[in-house]
T-cell receptor, first 118, second 116 residues
Framework: DVKVTQSSRYLVKRTGEKVFLECVQD?????MFWYRQDPGLGLRLIYF???????EKGDIPEGYSVSREKKERFSLILESASTNQTSMYLC?????????????????FGQGTRLTVV | AQKITQTQPGMFVQEKEAVTLDCTYD???????LFWYKQPSSGEMIFLIY??????QNATEGRYSLNFQKARKSANLVISASQLGDSAMYFC?????????????FGAGTRLAVHP
């Protein structure tokens, strides 16, 4: 059974703390993504990675950084957590290979991490 | 700019009837994929259906079909014979191909309620 696993289901952190959210996939996927999900705003892309050590900013990268040292692991880092980063964080992975146009397969998602910053 | 727009924050439908969830997209890329996902109250993201930009036929998967109108940049999801278990959030997503890699961007979602 294919899996994307996020390290924590719930996290409570203090303002100013450095926070690490970990995501591991076992499907040998090249693409990995971090989203935050807020009511009425859908899933907003924070960062994505299309290969080891390769990363691209998404739509809301401010206040976040990422690390991908191994293919299966993609970490999201909140450098100095703030209350406006309280949210549900979703990790996903996909393969870029679908037909000849590399439009990507469907993404597989982790169970999400609900982060509360107090 | 690459963007997905879902204009219906909420929809309701009677059980056994069909419902259409709207999705429009904006991209200048020639190659892209379009996806629909379902998110029930449990929070998991469930992949429903895929449409490629070069596919000539509309995609179908069981009770789900995708009404793809490329010139209008729309990719509406049609659910036939609605069931109570279809009550959930539905997200439209796009995967444009640019510079050899693809990102995956989502719309704001539509909450569907199926009434008995």
């Amino acid at each position: 059974d294919v899996k994307v696993t996020q390290s924590s289901r719930y996290l409570v952190k203090r303002t100013g703390e450095k926070v690490f959210l970990e995501c591991v996939q076992d499907m040998d996927h090249e693409n990995m993504f971090w989203y935050r999900q807020d009511p009425g705003l859908g899933l907003r892309l924070i960062y994505f990675s299309y290969d080891v050590k390769m990363k691209e900013k998404g739509d809301i990268p401010e206040g976040y950084s990422v690390s991908r040292e191994k293919k299966e692991r993609f970490s999201l880092i909140l450098e100095s957590a703030s209350t406006n980063q309280t949210s549900m964080y979703l990790c996903a992975s996909s393969s870029p290979y679908r037909g000849r146009f590399r439009v990507g397969t469907e993404a597989f998602f982790g169970q999400g991490t609900r982060l509360t910053v107090v | 700019a690459q963007k997905i727009t879902q204009t219906q924050p909420g929809m309701f439908v009677q059980e056994k009837e069909a419902v259409t969830l709207d999705c429009t997209y904006d991209t200048s890329d020639q190659s892209y994929g379009l996806f629909w996902y379902k998110q029930p109250s449990s929070g998991e993201m469930i992949f429903l259906i895929y449409q490629g930009s070069y596919d000539e036929q509309n995609a179908t998967e069981g009770r789900y079909s995708l009404n793809f109108q490329k010139a209008r940049k729309s990719a509406n999801l049609v659910i036939s014979a609605s069931q109570l278990g279809d009550s959930a959030m539905y997200f439209c997503a796009m995967s444009p191909v640019r510079s050899g890699y693809n990102k995956l961007i989502f719309g704001a979602g539509t909450r569907l309620a199926v009434h008995p």
